[in-house]
């Protein structure tokens, strides 16, 4: 058992959990989205995210839009579906029921 | 300095080293067989190249257009290594990198259809950066294979067979490396694997390639219509441009800007004084001016319709549906307009009718003449001509109207006298309008012993407006005498019917006798069939037989 692998998968299930949070507040583009993971110290890389956006899209959870961009090819500006809102919604509880139990086992 | 080469990424063209291509070229790879046995795979790279693109693009400068070893090494850290990824299927993934790792990180060429620098298909540049010549000779080639005969088929295999590089990892492996010793040893390895690996894909593979291949088909088609309908489509903007702005200067300029009022008549072309004119036709100078507003919406619109249609053909011009929706119902207001003018005109000329005692005089003329003369009056028409013609003139003084309208005709006569009738003409909306008009209607002539002249014009009210105003002067011969039409009738006889039909203008200066046959001329030389007659043998033995 390696801890780096648990890191990771740790991580993961959170990162999703974060994306959605980011876009509960209106649509972004994936370099919006890099900034402020890179904030929170989710992600080191950008690379990271470009799978994960495309799944949670194939999933149904998000959709884009394409829009021209001054400096550089079209940016996909992404955004929660009905479903994305729901799955958030359930997420959020299931997060808030993992912090207590974190808390309550870890005393 | 290094060498440097064009890329394309994500539809922006970079110029970057060839050090950092090679790198650039190998960690695209890297990502690419990473995700390559996940669905997602085409789109992850196109979002991946993007974002690197963009980053590409921040590290450009005006001093430095050139991509550097460290500006890719920079990317690379910004983007991460795959191994960095956090990923579901860790352990998956991990198996799967090992074994494609060898495969993919070798560079080997391949054909792909070249988007970037294509013509038609991309099929000849893509051909040609597999080959490593210029676009130039294949394109040649197939234009002369085009006229051979076989060109045109097999492009078109060429393009359902050859994939489009729709991924910078693509371009890159359809630029492929320069050839040397190395590479070639390295490519005859490679080429063992793969002849196995691409016979377990070959059969999923055809599927796809056949059902692509109507549609690659009906594209290529979709693209020389689409060429041919471009040109034609510019081509069509341009008329439309310089026929709808003529037209649209000729109208307004008929509206607004010009005072007069072009006429074309035989005689040539005349300008009269459009108000004048107008004001003289239209029942008020209200009606006069919603004409002018309802002539310039109905024929302009469309005139502006059409400047439209050519600018949007040229320029892709946005509308919005409602101003269409508003122009349309400004357009059926406008033709409503003109259609109550019309019915309003309509009903003023509407009626013809009067009482019979009024505008019709009969004036019986001393029974013992043999012989008439009739002529018409010469002198000008008074007032200024607003409209001269040869055989209409419209004149105007300060309080009337002056017409030329003159028609004369020659019957035979029921009684033994020598009537002269004079018919007056004009339209109105009712009875009473029109009888009032006609009482308003003054025209002249005088008899003189046997002659008989008369006047050339009609005179009214301005306040009756040109309602077609005309006198018919019917002149009712007995059988037996004869009358003399005189040259200045030339304008004025119409249609008076004679046993030789000879022509109206022909008539003139010449002497007529009515018989039982009709009028027949007296002094004609050898007019067909007829010989000259005395007037005497006439009045003993008549008619004459024609042989």
Redesign the interface.
Known sequence: MKIENTKAQMRKGVLEYCILSILKNGEAYPSEIIEKLKAGKLIVVEGTLYPLLTRLKNAGLLSYRWEESKSGPPRKYYQLTEIGTEFLKELETTWNDLVKAVKITSK | MNQTVTIN????VFHIDVDAYEELKKYLSK?KSY?KN???CE??MM??E??I??LF??KISSNNQVIQSKDVEEVI??????E?????D?EDLEKERKSSHQKHYSSEKKLFRDPDDRMIGGVAAGLAAYIGIESLWLRLFFVVALFIGFGFLLYIILWIVMAEAKTASDKLHMKGEPVNIDNIGRTFKDEADKVSDNFKKHGQQYGKKAESAIESFFNFIGQILNGVFKVLGKVFGVIFLLVGTFMLIGLLSMLIGSETVFSITSDGVFSIPSTEFFNLIFISENQFHMAIIGAAITIGLPIAMLIYAGANLLYKIKTHTGVSIGLFILWVIGIFLCAMIGIRMGTELSYNERDSEIGTSKTIINEDKEDFHLSIATENVPGEGILEDKYFTISLDEDSIYFNDIQVRVYESKSDSFEIEIEKDVAGYSKKDVNSKLNQMNYNYSINNDSILLGNYISTLRKNKIRGQEINVKLYLPIGKSIYLDKSLKHAINNIANVTDTWDSEMLGKRWVMLEDGLTCLDCDEIEGITTIQLDSIRTQMPIEIE
């Open positions: 990424i994500s539809g922006i990502i995700f996940s669905e997602e789109e992850i979002d991946i993007a974002r693109a963009e693009s921040e850290g910004v983007m991460g290594k795959p960095q990824y956090i990923d579901e860790e």
